[in-house]
């Protein structure tokens, strides 16, 4: 019984800025590694960026240095700062929890479109 919600997301210029917001609810273990993955048109699903409950991080090499993922346990929320956006960055964004092989949750995804 786990709900993710996405929030953020829009249409912004290439070189712009753009922060993605996502908060958990439900049966939610203290220790877990949310995570944002997205999927272009045409393209199968690609991870971005996780984050551990301890906050270690992990990214993908096409947005190491541009991205920055983060995340508040109180709020149960996690973050995706998006900065020196190309057109490529352009897809449906989709949050993640994963606590177990099992027990892993999707958010509904939120459309980030950057034109050139």
């Known amino acids: 019984q786990v709900q993710l919600v996405e929030s953020g997301g829009g249409l912004v210029q290439a070189g712009g800025s753009l922060s993605l917001s996502c908060a958990a609810s439900?049966?939610?273990?203290?220790?877990?590694?949310m995570g944002w993955f997205r999927q272009a048109p045409g393209k199968q699903r690609e991870l971005v960026a996780t984050?551990?409950?301890?906050?270690?991080?992990n990214y993908a090499d096409s947005v190491k240095g541009r991205f920055t993922i983060s995340r508040d346990n109180a709020k149960n929320t996690v973050y995706l700062q998006m900065n020196s956006l190309k057109a490529e960055d352009t897809a449906v964004y989709y949050c993640?929890?994963?606590?177990?092989?099992?027990?892993?949750?999707w958010g509904q995804g939120t459309q980030v479109t950057v034109s050139s």
């Open positions: 993640n929890l994963r606590q177990s092989v099992v027990m892993n949750y």
């Open positions: 439900g049966n939610i273990f203290s220790i877990n590694t």
């Open positions: 984050i551990r409950s301890d906050g270690s991080t």
